[in-house]
Nanobody
């Protein structure tokens, strides 16, 4: 059973920053692209960012220039640095392992991000 350890969610004011972390097993990390989806209340899950094994990255248009995804192969961890957060980005953020296109093989348990004043 694949396990992820997600952390970094929480409450932040609009315009603030958070960094999400997702640690995976070495096997998973070395085989799959890693990334993040999010799901806001009453909305469909959407792809936020993904990083390939070689470090290529892709972002949703709504987060370009504000979010940065990185992979640390020494720690088998993927990070999502989120800056200038907006109210509407309140959601559960899910780490995943899968393809660079966002096809998911494995999901993390999710971490809540709440943007509120």
């Amino acid at each position: 059973q694949v396990q992820f350890v997600e952390s970094g969610g929480g409450l932040v004011q609009p315009g603030g920053s958070l960094r999400l972390s997702c640690a995976a097993s070495g096997t998973i990390f070395s085989i799959y692209a890693m990334g993040w989806y999010r799901q806001a209340p009453g909305k469909q899950r959407e792809l936020v960012a993904v990083a390939s094994i070689r470090g290529s990255t892709k972002y949703a248009d709504s987060v370009k220039g504000r979010f940065t995804i990185t992979r640390d192969s020494a720690k088998n961890t993927v990070y999502l640095q989120m800056n200038s957060l907006k109210f509407e980005e309140t959601a559960v953020y899910y780490c995943f392992a899968g393809s660079f296109a966002g096809v998911v093989s494995y999901w993390g348990q999710g971490t809540q991000v709440t943007v509120s004043s």
